[in-house]
């Protein structure tokens, strides 16, 4: 029985190592990314995304473009196309057609503070601008993390604030 312990655990170093020395390398790329700059607002790098263009309808929708391209110093959560696609669309429907839900979803995707991926610590919670926390955390097996949601390393300087690209919406609670 040792003997398949022993082959057990050299096939699984085999499989899992070059993963984990992935997940290392990953988070250490995210360590060292400098942010991008862009010349204009929260609202204008959105709009100049094409992945992004999904969350910029919404924003616009919601009424929230002046909000968003005010002067100071915010950090947006951004969701691509892909991400909102994969809310199922009666979901996504009721989320737009109601525009309190919308106002709550999107600014869950906010917070009042500068934030990039280097940053973070091991484990952070901050308050979004609908009132509730997220949960940032930091580590080699999984990157950089928005409750659920991966954060792209590659943050996005703007006049008034931070842009975040993440690969799902987060979702408050109602």
Not at 41 to 69: E, K
Request: charged share 15%; net charge negative; glycine share 4%.
């Amino acid at each position: 029985m040792n003997r398949y312990i022993v082959i057990a655990a050299a096939v699984a170093a085999l499989v899992f190592a070059p993963l984990a020395a992935e997940a290392k390398s990953l988070f250490k790329a995210c360590k060292s990314v400098d942010a991008v700059e862009f010349d204009g607002t929260i609202v204008d790098a959105a709009l100049a995304t094409p992945a992004l263009s999904t969350l910029a309808d919404l924003v616009i929708a919601a009424n929230l473009v002046d909000a968003l391209a005010a002067p100071g110093n915010l950090t947006v959560f951004a969701p691509t196309n892909d991400a909102f696609a994969a809310i199922p669309e009666p979901v996504l429907n009721a989320i737009g057609s109601d525009v309190g839900v919308l106002t709550t979803v999107l600014t869950y995707h906010v917070v009042a503070e500068s934030e990039r991926p280097r940053k973070f610590r091991r484990y952070t919670e901050v308050e979004s601008l609908a009132g509730q926390s997220l949960f940032v955390n930091s580590d080699r097996r999984s990157g950089v993390r928005v409750n659920q949601s991966n954060v792209d390393c590659q943050a996005v300087e703007t006049s008034n604030g931070t842009v975040l690209v993440i690969d799902s919406v987060l979702l408050p609670q109602f």
